[in-house]
């Protein structure tokens, strides 16, 4: 039977089913909208073939009632085809060919592959219109692969439409339009994937570059800054060292050397990443900091000792002993903190022409000088001399003319 021929019975056959509804039938009907109606008295009004019609149907506002009719394109699709289900008659081959042809215009893949494998078992002379309706439903989802694979090429995702392209063309013949088509679009996501892999790899490459650059300047300025700071702690402890600087005046300058110290540490701890051909000058920075550090909570020991501040001397001990377990000025002066400790405070002593200042309150108490430091040189602090190291000086160092 030719096409033109096979859609003529359809639609008298559709239409005569159509024609046996009842003129009553309490139903809702469903917009594409999203709009529901209450309706009754509903009819299928078939339009110029099977897939196109109206539906007239009756419906209640306030007391009275309103006739609608609308075009089957404004209804939704499940709707639609549960309306044309109620209607015809499904106990024959040819009913569910109509509604499996109704289904596939629709969309409704799987409710038309159903229709048209139900329509053969129950006539199997409708074998071949079975067939021909499987390969319309593989050919209409073929071509919505391929839209929405042309779509993705838009979006920047040829990848996706390189797969999708390629899974039509698989199984199809070589002179097939679909098979063209999708080799078409597959050559062409697949130069796009090219041209975008090349992309990608330019854009991290000047990310990378950029990012590596920015690390630079940052590692730069850090460590610049860290010189800063440990050159600002030695000046600290050069301020220290000064024989006429009043004791709080010493402690005030040995706290903020410390401070100093601390946050020099902590800005070399937050470098990451470190290129290894800086990583030794990171290290040899971190350990003469250290150095500086250990060096200045010794002097914080001493000077709490001789003015009796013993759990501040030992906490400053134990710091210093933490950084530099095996530096043997820790437990010596560990061994006078203890000492100190236990020998009973001295006897207040007002030697004449001393007054009450600061040396003259250590002197009188026999502490020696805490307000005296004395400095010597250390090596050249990662290649730039930080200067004399101040050390302050324990009981029994008073400076010469004392």
């Known amino acids: 039977m030719k096409p033109a021929c096979r859609s003529s019975v359809l639609l008298l056959l559709l239409a005569g089913a159509l024609a046996t509804a009842p003129s009553a039938f309490g139903e809702e009907v469903v917009l594409k909208s999203g709009t529901r109606y209450d309706a009754s008295v509903v009819e299928l009004l078939p339009g110029a073939d099977a897939t196109q019609g109206d539906v007239r149907f009756t419906v209640h506002i306030g007391s009275g009632t309103a006739t609608l009719m609308l075009p089957w394109d404004r209804i939704d699709s499940d709707s639609l085809l549960g309306l044309v289900a109620a209607r015809t008659d499904l106990t024959k081959g040819a009913g569910h060919l109509a509604l499996a042809r109704l289904a596939l215009s629709r969309g409704l893949y799987a409710r ?17 219109e079975r067939d021909a309706g499987i390969v319309a439903i593989r050919d209409d ?19 996706l439409a390189l797969e999708k392209a390629r ?13 063209e088509r999708a080799r078409g679009v597959a050559e062409l996501a697949e130069r ?23 690390a630079a300047r940052l590692l730069e300025s850090t460590l610049v800054r860290v010189d800063e700071l440990a050159q600002g702690a030695v000046l600290e402890r050069e301020r220290a060292s000064d024989p ?9 300058a040995l706290e903020a050397a410390e401070g100093r110290l601390k946050e020099a540490r902590r800005l070399l ?9 800086v990583l030794t000058e990171v290290t040899s920075r971190d350990e003469e900091i250290v150095q500086l550090l250990v060096d200045d909570y010794l002097d914080l020991a001493d000077l709490h000792r001789v003015t009796r501040r013993f759990d501040r001397a030992r906490a400053y001990a134990r710091a210093a ?12 002066v560990r061994d006078r903190i203890d000492r100190d400790a236990a020998a009973p405070p001295p006897e207040e002593y007002y030697p004449e022409n001393y007054g009450y200042g600061w040396g003259g309150y250590a002197y009188r108490l026999g502490l020696g000088w805490p307000g005296v430091v004395v400095t010597r040189r250390y090596p ?4 730039r001399p930080y200067g004399p190291r101040p050390v302050l000086r324990g009981p029994g160092n008073l400076p010469s003319g004392w």
């Open 269 to 277: 701890a937050s470098l990451a990443n470190v290129p290894a051909e």
């Open 167 to 179: 899974a039509v063309a698989v199984g199809r013949a070589a002179d097939d339009p679909i098979a």
């Open 321 to 332: 002993g933490i950084l530099a377990p095996d530096d043997v000025r820790v437990r010596d």
């Open 192 to 214: 796009l994937v090219e041209r975008e892999r090349a992309q990608r790899e330019a854009k991290a490459a000047a990310e990378a570059k950029a990012a590596a650059e920015i």
């Open 112 to 128: 038309a592959t159903a229709s048209f494998r139900r329509a053969a078992e129950l006539d199997p002379a409708l074998a071949g």
């Open 141 to 159: 989802l073929a071509k919505r692969a391929l839209v929405e694979a042309e779509a993705d090429m838009k979006r920047g995702r040829s990848d």
């Open 380 to 383: 050249n602090y990662v290649r």
């Open 244 to 252: 006429d600087l009043s004791g709080p005046s010493v402690l005030r």
